[in-house]
Structures are given as structure tokens and as C-alpha cells.
């Protein structure tokens, strides 16, 4: 098992003003962080990231989405991360995603869901080095 797990906050959540007070959530529920950046995604990037639902209807939605305006992405370490962080952020949809997780709290639809957390310890390891170099993790 990892202790690293992976996240983005999405354009929705920065736009809004969130980030802080998602980050301050995921400090306090014990993950320390071991990589971020603020940066923005480029269609073709976005696209890249979630290629895994290319044949999906919902994709050209997602990557317009997810290029539309700023991201945080992140590395995450604590023990059990991959799966401590997807109980902490609540299930894709906000309207099923249980009290005071983050999407709860601060996601509007189950499009523009406010974060991103990897499903697999081997897509934590895909996607973290999908934005950052080894010398930016540390
Ligand atoms: P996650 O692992 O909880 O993020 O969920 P998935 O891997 O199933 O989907 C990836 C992302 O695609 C979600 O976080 C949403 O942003 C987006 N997504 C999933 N289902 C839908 C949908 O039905 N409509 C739209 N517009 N976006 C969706």
C-alpha cells in the first residue's frame, strides 16, 4: 500500500474562492503536502488527464470543464491515502457524497465536483507524475 495519493481543486472550487478552505480541510484530516502548483490546463492536457474516459459521454463536457480556469494539484501523503482521501472528498455525485466531506461541502454538480482524488495507488503514481518532476516532490 502507498501513503501518497494525488489531487487537483477544480476551476469550479478556485473560482469560487475554495481553496483555502479545502486545503485548510485536508491539512486538518491529517495529510501533509509533498508537491503542489497552481496552474491551468490546456484542452489537449485535460483531455490527457482523464483519458481513461475518452468513449465516455460526458468527456468533451469534462476536458471543457477542467480547462476552463485554474487548478491546484498536489501531492498527498498519509497513511491509507489513496483511500483515506476518496472517503474525505465523498462520492462523485455532491447530492450522494455523505455530510462534511468536501464535495458535500463546497461541490455544486457532479460535473463540477470541486476536487479530484486518484482511485489506485498506481494512478496516485500516474497522475502525480503527470504534473510534477522528481525535483518538485519531495
Ligand atoms: P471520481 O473518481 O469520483 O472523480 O469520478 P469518475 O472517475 O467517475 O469521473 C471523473 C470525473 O468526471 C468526475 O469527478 C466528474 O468531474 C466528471 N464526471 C463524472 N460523471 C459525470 C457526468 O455524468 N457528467 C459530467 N458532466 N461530468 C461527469
Keep these: 500500500m502507498s501513503n501518497r ?10 473560482s469560487k474562492g475554495y481553496t483555502g478552505a479545502i486545503l485548510d480541510q485536508i491539512i486538518k484530516a491529517g495529510f501533509s503536502v509533498k508537491a503542489m502548483k497552481w496552474t491551468k490546463l490546456t484542452k489537449e492536457q485535460a483531455g490527457l488527464f ?4 475518452r468513449e465516455r459521454g460526458f468527456f468533451g463536457e469534462l476536458v471543457e470543464f477542467m480547462s476552463s480556469g485554474s487548478i491546484v494539484a498536489a501531492i498527498l501523503e498519509k497513511e491509507n491515502a489513496v483511500e483515506d482521501f476518496r472517503t474525505l ?18 461541490a455544486a454538480s457532479i460535473g463540477e465536483n470541486a476536487v479530484h482524488g486518484s482511485d489506485s495507488d498506481e494512478n496516485a503514481k500516474i497522475e502525480g507524475d503527470f504534473f510534477f518532476s522528481k525535483l518538485e516532490i519531495f
Design 5 to 14: 495519493t494525488f489531487t487537483m481543486i477544480k476551476p469550479d472550487a478556485t
Design 89 to 106: 472528498i465523498g462520492a462523485t455525485n455532491p447530492a450522494n457524497a455523505a455530510e462534511g466531506t468536501i464535495r458535500k461541502n463546497f
Design 50 to 53: 482523464y483519458d481513461v474516459h
